[in-house]
């Protein structure tokens, strides 16, 4: 069973990827800010993270940006997850070392699939 | 010293001056003294040639005969008579024999005249034949004596004594002195020599007061200026004589003003310039100040438009995502009803996040926050894209989809990612109101802003559909904010009401254009002009406006100066042309094939200008006006002539011919609608037409609505005709009160507006009547003869009541005495007329007595009537009040 960290302040949208990736049979990890995201991550080991880019503490491109200085999380698909759609956001995002672009609000239908492709399970 | 007196001309002036009397001088002397003494000795030798010719003659005889005493006496009277002669008489040997002088007598003659050159002159004389007579100057005793010698000749009666041998017996010399002479030259001389000395100093010293005064002074003068000028005095103007010193000085004075009023605008250029680089600075210093506040301001603008769209699009994620994983029934089973709910739940989710990206687009384009990268691109390559997302949906409906790119337009220089945008506005529209039929885009190059012969600026590119097309009257809102065809097609067919709007910001920021044509249940076409060639982004106007005017005059077959005066258009200035394809639906050209029409840029089209964009060319009835101005017609107000008697005219006075445009079009099914710009003309033009009503705009130039309400309510032949306030501005009371029938606040509701014309066109039968009459007499007498008449009478003495009475039963007409002594009739008449449901009720007024002029303008236009109790008997009374309510209608 893959771990997936997903890091999200607000509650809610924590809530609903968890319910859709427990549905796909995913083990979930929930972070709240870029500290715990790190913490997390170091603890946990997940096969993927979904980031938050707007998230307390330390945002999401800082947080992917150390994560992604560790040789042992060089590897670990790490997705931008963010509701900013502003220009230009895309590229900040895999500038700090992002593997992928997901928007908020999420199509709940295409969410597992995009998760999918990120694992390479497909 | 001598460099002194050359370095001034005056000096050299006097020098030369001064050399030429003193050699004048020298050489009148030389001659004077030279010619002077010549002249003396030649008159005492003639003298003394004629004395001695005299004393020879006188003793020639007694020399023959030997008369020694006659020489004697003869000598002697001689020597009396001129004291400085003396005469001597000698022989060849010198010796003297007769004398002036006794003493000398037998002594030699070189005794007396002891001078070599005499001697050797006289021995010389008496060699010769005795003809000369000579004159000598010579030097005896220190004083200069003229020797005059008479050879005395050898005669034929001197043989006797003398011989013959001899030719020359001796000489007569006479030995003038001549010392006197030579001084009294010398002396005058000298004194003429003084004269002259004096006259020449008095010469020299008037010569140099003159040069003074003429030359060396202004020279001086103009000297110094010159000095003081180059050291820079620019006041340095001096008087000057009239000569050419004088001319040289003058031009001098013109120059110094000249160079010195140049220095002066030099300075103040200097500095003003300098001043303005101060203010430059300055300036430069706030605008950077400003610059760097708006930098921040730009910041915090983008840094809110990026929270909002991101604090917007967080909930989003919940609901959407929570909606659609209900309708996936993860959590269970849903029944029917809960899944169409939660379906209109994530319909409307999907609305709002659309709207929120929307709303974001558009304020970054109008915040010009959209920086476009243009770029060349293939045009079939970004369609292709694009259709990837289009095409399961298109399956899905069963639609049809052409794509169809002309050669030469397979090229766009465009910023991929805005065309990408509009396309896909533009595609998606015509997918979601297609049911049948299919999709078309078309590409080719446009004659937009291609010059002649010139190589083209921007590509068509053409979305058509087959769906269920849009209303020509919407056809120009469609591309407004929020304004979607028809009401009802939002309900059915979601969005936002924002696509059109981005797609024509995003064509604007390309220089192109937007429009389209359709057809209700037929289909639409967009049309979007995209630049085909870099150039178009640097260019700023796109065609030349003479060659716009050569157009224009070949399309109207005109000569081009028609367009190139400044044309007035209703007493408003017309300049400026461009032509284009306007696609509006309200152009005549529309749906022609060559879909060129010109669009008038100028002060009538609110300041629009050349190469201005769909989004500002508001309506294509620009093109109206140029065909009118070419045509000379009247466009809005179309010849009253023609106007038939069936035909209902509306009159609609508004300073804004859109105003116009837009009543015209509400009411052009029921009315024909004669517009006037002008409000100066209003009233004329509403007795020529007899209008059925009115509409009137209040803000105009000139002349206000106010002023034209009043006047049209004032006339006599126009007081009847029902005036209708369309206005931005909102004065019920003062509209009402000046006898408006009716007010509209702008934006317009048309729909109301044709309602409302259309009830005023229709006269209620009266049946209830209304009497308001405090004179109990007369009060019970109308209604009496009323009631008679057949009509329903409700009659009151108090205003108070009649108000209550009025409202509840709302009768026909009302009989109002107007003449009370607390004029409480006014304060109902105002009541009637400020009430939506009331005013309409025409009223009657009744007076007591002959009304002032200020009660009459109180009641103008608020009344249909005034019968003056006092002018009849009670049986004319009635008369007349039957006469009124059958001019009414009852």
Not at chain 2, 316 to 335: F, K
Not at chain 2, 549 to 571: H, I, M, N, R, T
Not at chain 2, 674 to 694: D, F, M, T
Not at chain 2, 696 to 724: A, F, H, R, S, Y
Request: proline residues 3%.
């Amino acid at each position: 069973m893959k771990t997936i960290l997903v890091v999200d302040d607000n509650e809610d949208s924590r809530e609903l990827v968890k319910k859709i990736l427990k549905k796909h049979g995913y083990e979930v990890i929930e972070a709240v800010d870029g500290e715990d995201a790190i913490a997390k991550a170091l603890a946990y080991r997940p096969d993927l993270i979904l980031m938050d880019i707007s998230i307390p503490k330390i945002d999401g491109y800082e947080a992917t940006r150390r994560l992604k200085e560790r040789p042992d999380f060089k590897d670990t698909p790490i997705i931008a997850f963010t509701a900013h759609a502003m220009r230009g956001d895309q590229e900040k995002a895999l500038q700090a070392g992002c593997n992928g672009y997901i928007s908020k609000p999420i199509n709940v239908r295409e969410f597992p699939e995009q998760i999918k492709i990120y694992l390479k399970e497909k | 010293m001598f460099k002194f007196i050359t370095n001034k001309i005056g000096n050299k002036l006097m020098l030369t001056f001064i050399g030429i009397i003193l050699v004048v001088m020298i050489i009148e002397m030389t001659f004077r003294i030279y010619f002077g003494v010549q002249d003396r000795l030649r008159i005492a030798e003639m003298g003394n040639k004629e004395v001695m010719d005299t004393i020879y003659a006188t003793m020639k005889h007694p020399l023959t005969v030997g008369d020694s005493d006659t020489i004697h006496r003869d000598l002697d009277e001689i020597g009396q008579k001129y004291k400085n002669i003396s005469v001597y008489l000698c022989d060849f040997n010198r010796d003297i024999s007769f004398s002036t002088d006794k003493k000398v007598i037998n002594t030699k003659i070189d005794q007396i005249i002891n001078n070599k050159d005499f001697i050797d002159n006289l021995n010389e004389s008496f060699k010769g034949n005795g003809d000369e007579y000579k004159s000598l100057v010579f030097n005896i005793k220190e004083r200069r004596n003229l020797i005059s010698v008479l050879p005395i000749k050898n005669a034929p009666e001197c043989f006797h004594c003398h011989g013959s041998s001899r030719k020359i017996l001796g000489a007569l010399i006479m030995k003038t002195d001549v010392e006197d002479v030579y001084k009294t030259v010398i002396a005058q001389r000298n004194r003429s020599l003084a004269l002259t000395a004096f006259a020449s100093l008095l010469a020299i010293f008037i010569t140099n007061l003159v040069v003074s005064r003429f030359i060396r002074k202004p020279l001086s003068n103009l000297v110094d200026a010159t000095h003081r000028f180059a050291k820079g005095e620019m006041s340095t103007i001096i008087k000057y004589p009239s000569d050419e010193i004088g001319t040289l000085t003058e031009t001098f004075n013109y120059m110094v003003n000249e160079v010195a009023k140049s220095k002066m605008e030099l300075e103040k250029e200097l500095t003003r310039r300098a001043k303005l680089l101060e203010e430059r600075d300055e300036l430069v210093a706030l605008l950077q100040k400003a610059n760097k506040q708006l930098k921040e301001l730009d910041t915090l603008k983008s840094a809110f438009i990026a929270n909002m769209s991101h604090e917007l699009r967080t909930p989003m994620n919940a609901i959407i995502g929570y909606t659609d994983l209900l309708l996936d029934e993860v959590d269970g089973p849903l029944n029917d009803d809960q899944k169409t709910s939660l379906k209109k739940v994530a319909a409307n989710a999907r609305h709002l996040l659309q709207l929120i990206n929307d709303v974001l687009d558009i304020s970054k384009i109008e915040s010009g926050k959209i920086e476009l990268h243009p770029r060349e691109i293939d045009l079939k390559e970004l369609i292709d894209g694009i259709m990837v997302t289009f095409e399961p949906l298109i399956a899905k409906k069963g639609l049809s989809f052409t794509l169809n790119i002309a050669a030469g337009a397979e090229k766009l220089y465009v910023d991929e990612d805005k065309t990408k945008q509009i396309l896909i506005n533009l595609i998606s529209n015509a997918v979601k109101f297609t049911h049948q039929g299919g999709i078309t885009i078309k590409a080719k190059v446009s004659e937009r802003g291609k010059a002649k012969d010139g190589s083209p600026q921007f590509i068509e590119i053409s979305v058509s559909d087959t769906g269920i097309g849009i209303k020509r009257e919407d056809l120009d809102k469609i591309f407004d904010k929020f304004a979607q065809a028809d009401v009802s097609t939002t309900r059915q067919y979601e969005g936002t009401g924002l696509g059109l709007s981005i797609v024509r910001g995003l064509v604007a920021l390309h220089k192109g254009m937007v429009w389209a044509e359709s057809e209700v249940g037929k289909g639409s076409t967009f049309y979007v002009l995209l630049p085909f060639k870099k150039e178009v982004f640097e260019q700023t106007g796109p065609v030349i406006e003479e060659e716009m005017a050569e157009a224009l005059g070949e399309y109207f077959e005109v000569p081009k100066e028609v367009f190139l005066q400044d044309p007035s258009y209703e007493g408003k200035l017309v300049r400026c042309w461009d032509y284009t394809q306007c696609g509006h639906v309200n152009c005549p050209e529309y749906g022609s094939p060559e879909k060129r029409c010109w669009l008038v840029v100028g002060t009538h089209c609110k300041g629009m200008k050349i190469g201005s964009y769909p989004e500002k060319a508001d309506a294509c009835k620009l093109c109206e006006v140029v065909r009118d101005l070419v045509l000379h017609k009247e466009p809005l107000s179309p010849d009253i002539s023609k106007i038939s008697e069936k035909e209902k005219v509306v009159l609609a006075i508004d300073d804004n011919p859109d105003a116009i445009d837009l009543i015209k079009k509400y009411l052009e099914k029921d009315y024909k609608v004669i517009g006037i710009l002008s409000s100066e003309e209003a009233v004329k033009k509403a007795k020529e037409i007899k209008p059925v009503a009115i509409t009137l705009d209040i803000m105009m130039p000139k002349k206000d609505g106010w002023q034209v309400l009043k006047e049209l309510k004032e006339d006599e032949e126009t007081k009847n005709i029902p005036v209708i306030i369309v206005s931005i501005i909102e004065n019920k009371t003062l509209a009402f009160s000046l006898g408006a029938a009716d007010y509209f606040v702008k934006p317009l509701d048309g729909y109301s507006l044709l309602r409302r014309i259309k009830n005023i066109g229709i006269h209620r039968p009266i049946k209830k009547v209304f009497l308001l009459e405090r004179d109990e007499r007369t009060n019970y007498d109308i209604s009496k003869i009323l009631k008679e008449s057949g009509y329903e009478v409700y009659a009151t003495n108090s205003s108070k009541q009649a108000m209550e009475l009025v409202k509840s039963e709302k009768p026909d007409l009302l009989i109002v005495n107007i003449t009370d002594p607390d004029s409480s009739a006014f304060d109902f008449i105002d009541f009637i007329k400020t009430s939506a449901e009331l005013r309409d009720i025409p009223i009657i007024a009744l007076t007591n007595k002959e009304l002032s002029e200020q009660e009459k303008e109180a009641l103008n236009g608020r009344i249909k009537d005034i019968i003056n109790k006092a002018l009849f008997s009670e049986e004319e009374l009635i008369t007349e009040l039957k006469n009124s309510l059958k001019k009414i209608g009852g």
